[in-house]
């Protein structure tokens, strides 16, 4: 069995500082994983991926990531956020089965 | 930019009538899946699909559901009787062969049974 845990529901944060979002998982096989960004009444998108490779992963507005093996983390940050950042960050999974393992969500919330 | 698309965006049912979602995955895609998303919970892995058979499916999709792809394009989910904890969003998703093929995600179609 594999799983998702985002440690955080809600993160409130000012803008221009700096926030990380809490991923831990659990599987017995090797992972994939993911951060998906859900802005308001919208659809999910990817924010980044680490599927093999290097273990910081990078997305295009900031935003990175760091798998860790040992510690079975993948910490979601960004060293300066936006207005525009607020939305529902969702970790995720994939192992052996193709489909998707999703945590419970962290609201992240920029403040001005 | 290829896009997974769904309709409609928001469908109301009363409770015990069939609804059908659509979704029109990316077309050189080969796995399609369905999620679900009750308000304020998790994204829920429903089923997948690929080579025109169910490859997947949680323990929520119980009778009262199927899928199918009638023709080259579209993919659907229906519910036969539904309830009204059936009310979610629903997301179809999409990927390529390889295994490291990234899921895209529609928008979601919001389901509110009455």
């Known amino acids: 069995a594999q799983s998702v845990t985002q440690l955080d529901s809600q993160v409130p944060v000012f803008e221009e500082a700096p926030v990380e979002l809490r991923c831990n998982y659990s599987s017995s096989v090797s992972v994939y994983l993911f951060w998906y960004v859900q802005y308001p009444n919208q659809g999910l998108q990817l924010l980044l991926k680490?599927?093999?490779?290097?273990?910081l992963v990078e997305s295009i507005n900031g935003f990175e990531a760091e798998f860790n093996k040992s510690q079975t983390s993948f910490h979601l940050r960004k060293p300066s956020v936006h207005i525009s950042d607020t939305a529902e960050y969702f970790c995720a999974l994939s192992g052996s089965a193709r489909q998707l393992t999703f945590g419970s969500g962290t609201q992240l919330t920029v403040l001005p | 930019e290829p896009e997974v698309t769904q309709t409609p965006s928001h469908q109301v049912t009363q409770m015990g009538q069939e609804v059908i979602l659509r979704c029109v995955p990316i077309?050189?895609?080969?796995?399609f899946y369905w999620y679900r998303q009750i308000l304020g919970q998790k994204v829920e892995f429903l089923v997948s699909f690929y080579n025109n058979e169910i490859s997947e499916k949680s323990e929520i999709f119980d009778d009262q559901f199927s899928v199918e792809r009638p023709d080259g394009s579209n993919f659907t989910l229906k519910i036969r009787s539904t309830k009204l904890e059936d009310s979610a969003m629903y997301f179809c998703a999409s990927s390529g062969e390889g295994r490291d093929s990234l899921a895209f995600f529609g928008q979601g179609t919001r389901l509110t049974v009455v």
């Open positions: 077309s050189n895609h080969l796995y």
């Open positions: 680490y599927l093999s490779g290097s273990t």
